[in-house]
């Protein structure tokens, strides 16, 4: 069955990097986007940024547009969220979740996500 | 930017209908996925485009979509139906991101 398994979040810095991950399992990969969402303590989904099955098109919310970096390595399985300048307001649960399909449409699976804690 | 709107709740007796909706303007002409949220739990996929529901997902839950608004109904509620509710669409119109609802949290009386 669809598996993913974020990596990654801790306690970091203002100002400072983390780079997440997400092991996928259970189906191929390399023929489905990917997203990232966010939720913050307390508060709704934020939906953060999504790849294409192949990489070729990547978009962000405008919430961490520049800062952030969605990437993938179809060889390993594995999605990556590199995170720079981070801020308080980056504090949040992050879910990798599988796309309905190649492109980006919907979350058909998600994580149990992985806690990042921006805080001096 | 595209705006989604939900309750941000909806009580509702054992055994009755739930009703959530989501509006957005000509919502209708997009694709309208739902998500489950339990406490201390990731979101679960129970409707998707509109009105499709995923393996696992019982018949009591069920979708549609309309006009300006979506609706999320769940038919002969249970106690462990309660949950936040979340609607999303994708939006390509004018910058390529995906758009979430609020979240409605549905309670069961």
């Known amino acids: 069955q669809v598996q993913l398994v974020e990596s990654g979040g801790g306690v970091v810095q203002p100002g400072r990097s983390l780079r997440l991950s997400c092991a996928a399992s259970?189906?191929?990969?390399?023929?489905?986007?990917m997203h990232w969402v966010r939720q913050a303590p307390g508060k709704g989904l934020e939906w953060v940024a999504v790849i294409w099955y192949d990489g070729s098109n990547k978009y962000y919310a405008d919430s961490v547009k520049g800062r952030f970096t969605i990437s993938r390595d179809n060889s390993k399985n594995t999605l990556y969220l590199q995170m720079n300048s981070l801020r308080a307001e980056d504090t949040a649960v992050y879910y990798c979740?599988?796309?309905?399909?190649?492109?980006?449409?919907?979350?058909?699976?998600w994580g149990q996500g992985t806690l990042v804690t921006v805080s001096s | 930017s595209y705006v989604l709107t939900q309750p941000p709740s909806v009580s509702v007796a054992p055994g009755k209908t739930a009703r959530i909706t989501c509006g957005g303007n000509n919502i209708g002409s997009k694709s309208v996925h739902w998500y489950q949220q339990k406490p201390g739990q990731a979101p679960v996929l129970v409707i998707y485009?509109?009105?499709d529901r995923p393996s696992g997902i019982p018949e009591r839950f069920s979708g549609s979509n309309s006009g300006n608004t979506a609706t999320l109904t769940i038919s002969r509620v249970e106690a462990g139906d309660e949950a936040d509710y979340y609607c999303?669409?994708?939006?390509?119109?004018?910058?390529?991101?995906?758009?979430f609802g609020g979240g409605t949290k549905l309670t069961v009386l």
């Open positions: 979740a599988r796309d309905l399909g190649r492109a980006a449409a919907g979350m058909f699976r």
């Open positions: 485009y509109d009105s």
């Open positions: 999303q669409v994708w939006d390509s119109s004018s910058d390529h991101r995906a758009v």
């Open positions: 259970g189906f191929t990969f390399s023929s489905y986007g």
